[in-house]
């Protein structure tokens, strides 16, 4: 199973630097951020690409209804991100994100040469990234549930005989009593959310349960060990308290890969 690690775009462009380098020092396979309304995820992902030779670099995920396949390409190409290592992550709430993400992958296949990725929640965006995308990206949800999404993604590839994506989680990572509080506040934040809302019903947990919150380095392993078999790559998205420099690269250190 690989191992990645990611941070909220947001993050200080040092930090971001910082834990870039760090991750591919200690053999995480990828480094990810994420695309908030406030923060543009590629510029932040380029900070991490100046200080790295061979990882991943993944976006998870810029909303195709806030921003258009032509907007995202460009975005590309001005950040001069390496399409060799990029994971180029979509997605889209509804309505209409089905044919909003099927049209979006299309129209970016045609302009970026990169590896694109879904973002999937539910069956039919699963099934979805399994017709067209190159990896699926799944968030806020156990490794139980991970399986089953696997199997639809599965699926959707084997109607459309093609390879089945890789298959990526986002697991929140928060360690100390102080990080684990903040973990509270977001995963309650996403609780609120209609389609997570929806999400969190089926699987029948709280969006807490979905996480790994720890008290020492230690007990990071056996909060990992659950995910074996369950998806190709989880992506530990670190949580903590005051998003310090110091508290990012513990984080790093803490759950680099065996």
């Known amino acids: ?69 032509e907007s995202i390409a460009q975005g590309v190409r001005d950040t001069r991100l390496p399409l060799d290592r990029l994971l180029l992550g979509v997605g889209s709430p509804n309505p209409n994100s089905l044919s909003r993400v099927r049209d979006g992958i299309a129209a970016l296949r045609a302009q970026v040469k990169t590896r694109l990725i879904v973002a999937a929640l539910g069956p039919k965006m699963c099934r979805l990234a399994g017709e067209v995308a190159d990896g699926v990206l799944l968030n806020w949800l ?35 009593p102080a990080a684990t509080s903040r973990l509270g506040e977001e995963a309650d934040r996403y609780a609120r959310i209609p389609a997570y809302g929806a999400n969190f019903e089926r699987q029948g947990v709280k969006p807490i349960d979905t996480a790994i919150a ?3 380095p230690g007990a990071i392993a056996a ?19 005051n998003d310090t420099l110091e508290e990012n690269i513990a984080l790093v250190r803490a759950a680099q890969p065996v």
Request: net charge positive.
């Open 1 to 69: 199973m690989g191992l990645g690690f990611a941070l909220f775009a947001g993050t200080a462009a040092d930090v971001i630097r910082a834990c870039g380098r760090e991750a591919e020092a200690r053999g995480y396979t990828s480094f990810w951020v994420n695309h908030p309304g406030s923060t543009d995820g590629l510029a932040a992902l380029a900070q991490a690409a100046g200080e790295t030779r061979s990882i991943a670099l993944g976006v998870g995920v810029i909303p195709l209804h806030t921003r258009g396949p």
């Open 223 to 241: 909060g990992l060990e659950g995910w074996r078999g369950a998806v190709d790559e989880v992506v530990l998205r670190a949580i903590t308290a």
């Open 142 to 176: 156990t490794p139980e549930h991970a399986r089953r999404s696997g199997d639809l993604v599965r699926e959707g590839a084997s109607a459309a005989k093609r390879p089945t994506p890789t298959i990526y989680a986002y697991v929140r990572l928060a360690m100390g």
């Open 214 to 216: 720890v008290q020492t």
